[in-house]
């Protein structure tokens, strides 16, 4: 049952292409000075991590992103990467630097024109200018067009002034505004000539040299949070403070001297999108970021199951290790294979983003998939990671539970990675109107009959099999699901056959549910939607499933080891049966699985679990960690040197001859003796 297997092969092909930056991230964590310890004051903790930034910024990757006209490389994914992996020194240290790396100097880089780049860019990705990303309000997160901060153009003056008109307006949880920024990148609604023209970002200074908050803004300290220590979130508020014209950042929307308004994209909705479309390198880090905390969750709980030991089930001496139960290798196995699969199309996701912001492959569509991917993807992996830190905190009893093995911290720390860079409900309804809009688009291209026989077989049995989403091109006659009478459940065309009839189902029932819509008012139309709000979330969520499936299926067959291939298939199927069992009941309500292969996943389940357990610390081995990034006592080996203590122990008392005996053996001799002379007066009798 057990493979022969490589880990570090196995991390080769985790690491993926960008694996050189990854490790590098990684080597941020052998720093002390980068660690959170839960016996520090807020100050202590926040000095801690700013010192980390420093040293990301010595390192640096936050210049690998620029042009090479500024002395970078224009390499996107590589920064990212590196970013992503140091959550193993302290997710604080990920936030922070993501906010003054990633949102601060990002949105100078992608929103600013070359002179602002000249002004700010370098020292922002050094370091030397610490900044903030002013979005969210107290009134408004994720509906970021209706922030109501304002920047009001002077024409007198030839500046904005930059006002919070009521409380509800002012600035929330914003990252390193209330110790360490010096400036900020507001977002406010543009007004010139009595016109708003919407939301814009503003190049705007909150803090002296000297770190003395500048007259006309007040800046709140959110202190303690349920995490993420090392970041000092406030709230900034704004009284008329003036900045020059040259201060908007003016890439989709520039105001002349004069006040004039200009945009080389006509629609404010348009305009709106594209610029939170260049922002999505928050979304798609935080996938990556809690991908990794995954990781360390497994690599702690998985090493101390291996020598754990708990009951004896066996014999009345030795104890049995955790991972040997079916219901530990069920709890944490399954979760392995969401983490291999999570950072497979991860990795996907990066090569669009790449593709994208290196200009490689700048088309509508790609830039579409990279900004559906990113909302959908971290959605599904941070709640994903919260779960997987939770169950291996659990699964190491009271103490998952002690702060020294890390597994409370990150949990705390990665609650939130659900919240920002937009709330994971509101992007997986995001996603879902993307897809949607996709699936009408191919709808407009089938020809009459092809529709007609796609709108007859939709009535009659709501089985029809499409993939178009992910495979444009194919033909309506091409696409019939499957004969489903697969002699084994572990096919991996049974599996991409559920999978995908789902997404295309829950896509298809919607797309009839909305029609009446296009014709409704605008209130009634939202009552449409808010109707079928629930099933737009579901089919977002399978449509993530259904990527990250077949990202693991992909990576699957490139494999050419074949003890390796062998554990990818193991992972891929315990991954997939996992989410047909999940999902069950409606591929049951459909008619897509007999009752006969239902039966088969727990079975088949607990069998691929078995044989996952067997080489669990190959695959945790694989994550590419060691002591000093999991920094868990547990996972140190000590408890193997407790267990072995204990039965030297034993094994020494029970050689001594005042070695005391259990009760209950006496009790059982005397039962056995009292048996024994039973049968013995009866055999007497007997003779007699």
């Known amino acids: 049952m057990k493979l022969s297997l490589d880990p570090k092969a196995i991390n080769t092909a985790l690491d993926g292409q960008w694996a050189e930056a990854r490790r590098q991230g990684r080597t941020l964590a052998l720093e002390e000075i980068t660690h959170e310890d839960p016996a520090d004051d807020l100050e202590t903790t926040r000095a801690k991590t700013l010192a980390g930034v420093g040293l990301m910024a010595d390192t640096g990757l936050p210049l690998l992103s620029l042009p090479t006209s500024l002395g970078g490389r224009n390499e996107h994914a590589a920064n990212v990467s590196a970013f992503e992996e140091t959550v193993t020194a302290s997710p604080s240290l990920q936030i922070k630097a993501g906010v003054q790396f990633g949102l601060f100097g990002g949105a100078i880089l992608h929103l600013g024109n070359s002179e602002q780049h000249d002004a700010w860019l370098l020292d922002a990705q050094k370091g030397t200018l610490l900044g903030s990303f002013a979005m969210t309000e107290i009134g408004h997160g994720s509906d970021v067009a209706a922030v109501g901060t304002t920047a009001t ?14 409380r509800a307006a002012t600035k929330e949880f914003i990252g390193n505004a209330a110790r360490d920024a010096r400036a900020a990148v507001v977002f406010a609604q543009l007004i010139t000539g009595g016109v708003n023209h919407g939301v814009h970002a503003f190049f705007v200074p909150i803090r002296d040299e000297d770190g003395e908050v500048l007259p006309g803004i007040t800046i709140e300290d959110d202190a303690f949070k ?45 305009r709106f999108f ?29 090493r101390y199951g291996l020598e754990r030991k708990q009951f004896t089930s066996v014999d009345d001496i030795n104890e049995t290790t955790l991972l040997d139960y079916q219901q530990h290798q069920r709890r944490l196995m399954p979760a392995i294979a969401s983490v291999y699969a999570s950072a497979f199309a991860h990795e996907k996701l990066l090569t669009s983003f790449e593709e994208v912001f290196s200009g490689a492959d700048e088309s509508d569509e790609n830039r579409a998939l990279l900004e559906t991917r990113a909302a959908a993807f971290k959605a599904d992996t941070t709640w994903m990671a919260l779960d997987v830190i939770q169950e291996s905190r659990e699964a190491c009893g009271g103490a998952g539970f002690m702060a020294e093995n890390r597994l409370v911290g990150l949990r705390a720390d990665l609650d939130v990675y659900a919240t920002f860079e937009g709330d994971n409900t509101v992007l997986l309804q ?48 091409d696409v019939f699901t499957l004969n489903l009478n697969e002699k084994r459940i572990r096919s991996g065309k049974l599996q991409r056959s559920l999978l995908e009839t789902r997404l295309e189902v829950m896509l298809s029932n919607l797309a009839q549910a909305l029609r009446p819509a296009a014709k409704m008012s605008q209130a009634d139309a939202a009552e449409v939607f808010n109707d079928n709000q629930h099933e737009f979330i579901e089919m977002a969520r399978a449509y993530v499933e259904l990527e990250k499936w077949k990202a693991l299926d992909e990576t699957m067959r490139e494999q050419t080891d074949p003890e390796q291939s062998k554990v990818f298939r193991r992972l891929r199927d315990t991954f997939g049966l996992t989410l047909i069992e999940k999902h069950v009941g409606w591929h049951l309500m459909y008619g897509r699985l007999p009752m006969m292969r239902a039966r088969q996943l ?32 547990i996972a140190t080996g000590i408890e193997a040197k407790r267990q072995a203590e204990a039965a030297d122990y034993y094994r020494h008392s029970r050689a001594q001859e005042d070695y005391p005996v259990e009760e209950k053996q006496l009790r059982k001799a005397a039962k056995a003796a009292q048996k024994a002379a039973g049968k013995g007066g009866r055999k007497a009798k007997a003779s007699k």
């Open 153 to 166: 153009y002077s024409v007198e003056d030839e500046e904005f002034v930059i006002t919070t008109p009521f």
């Open 226 to 270: 349920g995490g993420l220590k090392g970041v000092d979130n406030g709230r900034i508020s704004f009284d008329g403070i003036r900045i020059p014209g040259f201060n908007l950042l003016d890439r989709y929307g520039a105001v002349a001297a004069d006040g004039a308004y200009s945009s080389s994209i006509d629609s404010p909705g348009r």
């Open 430 to 477: 995001l996603a879902g109107k993307r897809l949607l809009g996709d699936y009408a688009k191919e709808l407009a291209h089938i020809d009459v009959g092809g529709a007609a026989r796609f709108i007859g077989t939709q009535a009659a049995e709501h089985t029809l099999y499409r993939t178009g989403i992910a495979n444009a091109g194919l033909a309506i006659s």
């Open 602 to 633: 727990n079975e088949t389940i607990n069998r691929l679990c078995a044989k996952l357990s067997a080489n669990a610390l190959d695959l945790v081995d694989a994550f590419g960690y060691g002591d000093d990034h999991r920094r868990a006592t």
């Open 274 to 302: 594209t610029m939170l479309g260049t922002l999505v390198q928050g979304r798609v880090s935080l996938d990556g970021a809690a991908i990794v905390a995954s990781k360390l969750a497994l690599d702690i709980a998985v």
